[in-house]
């Protein structure tokens, strides 16, 4: 069984960064794409950003120009660097992969504080 773990999330100020990360517990490259959810409390699952096998990548229009997501098959990690948070990024953010079927990771709370 595949598992994705993520880390790197935090409780951090407007303005600041975080980077999650989400790691393969085998080789990725069959993937056909990979990418991050979140979920605020009340609200309905939403997808952030997400990035293809070939390395396309599609953002949400909340994120665009702040947030970018990157993959390294060779490490079996995906990454969101998340820039200029805001208290509206405040969610659990779930990582993903899509092959013959959809895998999820375990989440990693990210709080922005205003």
């Known amino acids: 069984q595949v598992q994705l773990v993520e880390s790197g999330g935090g409780l951090v100020q407007a303005g600041d960064s975080l980077k999650l990360s989400c790691a393969a517990s085998r080789n990725m490259s069959s993937f056909n794409s990979m990418g991050w959810y979140r979920q605020a409390p009340g609200k309905k699952r939403e997808l952030v950003a997400f990035?293809?096998?070939?390395?396309?990548?599609t953002y949400a229009d909340s994120v665009k120009g702040r947030f970018t997501i990157s993959r390294d098959n060779t490490k079996n990690t995906v990454w969101l660097q998340m820039n200029s948070l805001k208290p509206e990024d405040t969610a659990v953010y779930y990582c993903?992969?899509?092959?013959?079927?959809?895998?999820w990771g375990q989440g990693t709370q990210v709080t922005v504080s205003s």
């Open positions: 993903y992969a899509v092959s013959l079927t959809t895998l």
């Open positions: 990035i293809t096998k070939i390395g396309s990548t």
